[in-house]
């Protein structure tokens, strides 16, 4: 365990805000998690767990104990047909990818540069380009903070959907993440549906080459946020009854659709707010970028509240033309923890 010296989170949260704690302590082990976690309880202190900080935005200063979870750690087993892999929370996802790599194991390509702690990617189910972290979950393990108990849910336990899973509910408050446990097949599958992955054939495309491809079409696309604080896709993708689907489909033909069930498709957020004219849209110093419209950036010092008020904006503006009310998948984070990100900007 050991304690930040600052209580600034202007570091620890890729957006870029600044706002502060009262007291930031560094998780290394479970003990040292426990320890942080009674002492925050004893001082009365509101606490927050953090990963990377790429998911998160601090509407104003935290009253209360951060823990930065850092617990690290990766064990490799196998069997016949499959690796298994057990990952503790505070390792970095992109350098886990990029450690399997070196060791030829395959099968997260498709996850990389996806910024953040592994102990994150259960929460909310991170995916991109076809494959969801559900595709290559065994388990998660988590502690009951109170107690101390270690708990392992299978893959299927943990109601993994859309950005969603049983961590953002039953087992958010009060609960944390210390390890994942991943199980790669040796019999290695390309997932090829989309973007520019799809120029490739199966039998002959090797996983780097999908490593090298994704890699380049999130930079190419996306806003690094070492450069431009952002917090990746600010909004869900939604999903409308497919009526409604029909109906904007028949106006807008190009509208990029996805089936979802029988009855609901889920449309892109970001074209929904391209077609709001909003790119590059300002207020104070956060923006829509330019390039990718589902993605808000902090242009210049933007406060926490310069981003609700945009996010604000932006939500009004795409229920006018669409009748759709966007959700966002960052998560909201107020004086004494989280705070509904829906109220804040509808
Ligand atoms: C440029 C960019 C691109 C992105 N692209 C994608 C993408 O393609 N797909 C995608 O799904 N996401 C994407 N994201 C979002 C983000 O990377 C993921 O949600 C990631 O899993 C967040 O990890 P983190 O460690 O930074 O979480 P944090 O932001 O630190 O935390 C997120 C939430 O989890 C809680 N939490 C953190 N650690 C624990 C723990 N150990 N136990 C319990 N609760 C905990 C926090 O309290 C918070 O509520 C992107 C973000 C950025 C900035």
Not at 79 to 100: F, K, P, R
Not at 297 to 319: F, H, P, Q, R, S
């Amino acid at each position: 365990m050991s304690v930040c010296q600052s209580t600034q989170l202007k570091i620890f949260n890729t957006f870029g805000i600044s706002a502060s704690a009262d007291y930031i302590g560094i998780a290394t082990s479970i003990e040292s998690l426990l320890t942080l976690w009674q002492e925050a309880i004893e001082k009365n202190h509101p606490i927050l767990l953090l990963g990377g900080g790429s998911n998160v935005l601090f509407t104003e200063n935290f009253k209360g104990t951060v823990i930065l979870n850092r617990i690290l750690g990766v064990n490799i087993q196998e069997s016949d047909i499959a690796w298994h892999i057990h990952v503790g929370a505070g390792e970095n996802w992109h350098e886990l990818i990029t450690y399997l790599f070196k060791q030829q194991i395959y099968g997260l390509e498709n996850l990389a540069l996806i910024p953040g702690n592994v102990g994150s990617a259960p929460i909310q189910n991170i995916g991109a380009y076809g494959i969801e972290f559900k595709h290559v979950c065994e388990y998660v393990d988590f502690i009951e903070l109170k107690t101390g108990n270690s708990i392992r849910l299978t893959v299927n336990e943990c109601q993994f959907a859309y950005r969603d899973s049983i961590f953002k509910h039953q087992y958010k408050d009060g609960y944390a993440i210390a390890a994942v446990g991943l199980c790669l097949n040796k019999r290695w599958e390309p997932i090829l549906t989309y973007g520019a992955l799809a120029q490739f054939l199966r039998e002959n495309v090797t996983p780097k080459q999908i490593f090298d491809t994704v890699c380049e079409m999130r930079q190419s696309k996306l806003p690094d946020p070492a450069l431009m604080g952002n917090a990746g896709s600010f909004f869900k993708n939604p999903i409308v009854p497919i009526e409604l689907a029909y109906k904007i489909k028949s106006e807008y033909p190009d509208c990029p659709q996805y089936p979802h069930n029988e009855k609901s498709v889920k449309i892109a957020a970001g074209w929904l707010i391209d077609q709001c004219q909003l790119k590059g849209y300002s207020i104070g110093g956060a923006a829509v970028h330019t390039k990718q419209a589902l993605v808000l950036i902090n242009k210049d010092n933007a406060t926490g509240k310069d981003v609700v008020a945009l996010a604000a904006y932006v939500y009004n503006k795409v229920a006018e033309k669409f009748n759709i009310f966007l959700e966002p998948e960052v998560r909201f984070i107020g004086s004494e923890g989280e705070i509904d990100a829906v109220e804040c900007i509808s």
